[in-house]
């Protein structure tokens, strides 16, 4: 703090000191002062006492002398500040002092039902088991047509009731367990509606109609599945309203099983033509050779080919799928009307392109012996064979093809011959099944011989009569042996 004040010009400095000294006398600053040099001089005293050194004396004398000498007073340009006693406040630990604060939750853990990854695993392994895709089940043998049949069969009279009373159909459960995984999580919802717009199937007509008239939450996008079962009165405009919005770039199996009205647009072969392998359609009244000339140009991957009871189609038309398809493992192009319309033409370029064949369904056409000859030396992974009503076939052409040889259809475990009634001599056809039991050995993939009623009753009659023929002979060569 600066004085500011004005000399007269009558005093003198012995004056203006003398009057200075009387102003500021009692003034705080000046009784500051007074305070700490006192204080100063107090513990300068206590250390010289307590010290034991040999120069505290000159340290002493060193110290600058802050007491009030008149004689040697200076002029102070601001007043010194006195020391404020401190109090140094230490904070308890926080250990031993309770905080109000508002504690915050626990963070939740993340449960595995909230990794995308691992509910995309669980909820297509529910989908590899669900059992409501429709299919049409696969029969090993075939339903006796009646109690004497099935007692020419079995040959008892329990397992033929057995046989009578059990069904082929596949019993499907009245709840899709997909349908579960959509109520457990956002999670689950989404993951399993992506997964069930994959298969695009229809059971029931009203349901169809329904879904095309309203807006499902389930829109179909890339199906690799579609299958519509036993629609029997299903219009094929509403087919193509079903599908008019549904792109078909990953479709893998087109099934229209029992849907006689409908036939797939050439689109849909188009897009579909990378990845499709499975296409079934029976039944249909309107598939003909253009439509097969379609899949030729577009489907060349395909392995499964099933176009049962499509009696439009024509040699001309099955020419097409055949010589630009190699890896057909399952074909049955059978019918019961129209035979002549499917020959030896046809089925030739089949056997001659398709060597890995495991299954051949070929009832009701008008396949030869020559055929039938192609077939046993060029299939040798084949394993169900279907000559059901085939009339052309002849005696002499069964009893070349099938005897004693282990080289001819060495895979073969069923051969059905139903309603061929011009085969009259099944001697070679007895001998070949015992010789393929007795090569399989009892209880390994026992070889069945399916015929209809009246020729299992030929058959089990020329059983009897070689059965009693080899008798004979083995009783002769017994009685050779005793007597000689």
């Not at 040697?72 to 404020?84: L, M, V, Y």
């Not at 409908?262 to 072969?269: D, E, G, R």
């Not at 169900?384 to 099938?402: A, E, V």
């Given at each position: ?27 705080p600053f000046r009784k500051a002062r007074r ?88 909820v297509s392994f529910v989908d590899i088991q ?306 393929k039991n007795n090569l399989n050995g009892i ?42």
């Amino acid at each position: 703090m600066a004085f500011n004040f004005t000399v007269p010009t009558n005093y003198t400095y012995s004056n203006l000191r003398e009057s200075l000294t009387q102003e500021d006398e009692e003034t705080p600053f000046r009784k500051a002062r007074r305070t700490n040099s006192s204080n100063s001089l107090s513990d300068t005293r206590k250390l010289r006492n307590e010290s034991t050194c040999s120069n505290s004396a000159s340290d002493l004398e060193s110290l600058p002398d802050l007491t009030d000498d008149d004689d040697n007073w200076t002029p102070e340009s601001s007043p010194i500040k006195p020391p404020s006693n401190h109090r140094f406040i230490f904070l308890e630990s926080p250990s031993t002092k309770s905080f109000n604060l508002k504690q915050q939750p626990p963070a939740t853990k993340l449960s595995i039902f909230h990794i995308p990854e691992i509910v995309y695993k669980i909820v297509s392994f529910v989908d590899i088991q669900n059992t409501q895709l429709p299919s049409e089940a696969t029969v090993i043998r075939r339903k006796p047509t009646s109690y004497k049949h099935a007692l020419l069969i079995y040959g008892d009279k329990d397992k033929a009731k057995a046989a009578l009373e059990s069904s082929t159909s596949i019993k499907q459960s009245s709840k899709d367990p997909m349908l579960n995984c959509l109520l457990i999580n956002k999670l689950f919802n989404k993951i399993t509606r992506e997964i069930m717009s994959t298969k695009l199937y229809f059971t029931n007509e009203i349901q169809l109609l329904k879904y095309i008239e309203s807006n499902s939450s389930i829109t179909f996008q890339n199906p690799t599945n579609l299958n519509l079962h036993k629609l029997f009165h299903l219009k094929n405009s509403n087919f193509l309203k079903l599908i008019s919005n549904i792109q078909f770039h990953k479709l893998q199996s087109l099934e229209l099983f029992m849907c006689p009205k409908l036939q797939p647009p050439s689109i849909v072969l188009q897009q579909s033509s990378q990845f499709l392998q499975k296409i079934i359609i029976t039944g249909s009244k309107i598939i003909d050779d253009e439509f097969c000339y379609q899949i030729s140009l577009y489907c060349k991957n395909l392995k499964h080919l099933d176009l049962r009871g499509c009696e439009l189609i024509t040699d001309s038309g099955l020419y097409f799928i055949f010589q630009n398809n190699f890896q057909l493992t399952y074909v049955n192009i059978g019918r019961k009307n129209k035979n002549h319309l499917i020959t030896d033409q046809s089925i030739h370029y089949l056997v001659k392109n398709n060597t890995n064949l495991d299954t051949l369904g070929l009832a009701g056409t008008y396949i030869s012996d020559n055929v039938l000859w192609e077939i046993s030396q060029s299939l040798p992974q084949l394993k169900r064979l279907s000559l059901n009503n085939c009339r052309n076939l002849t005696n002499s052409g069964i009893n070349r093809i099938f005897n004693n040889n282990s080289k001819i259809l060495p895979q073969l475990n069923v051969l059905e011959l139903c309603y061929n009634y011009q085969i009259m001599d099944l001697t070679q056809l007895i001998k070949f099944k015992n010789f393929k039991n007795n090569l399989n050995g009892i209880g390994n993939n026992t070889f069945i011989l399916e015929l209809c009623e009246q020729l299992l009753s030929k058959y089990r009659d020329q059983e009897f009569q070689l059965d009693k023929i080899t008798s004979i002979s083995i009783l002769d060569d017994i009685s050779y042996y005793i007597n000689n």
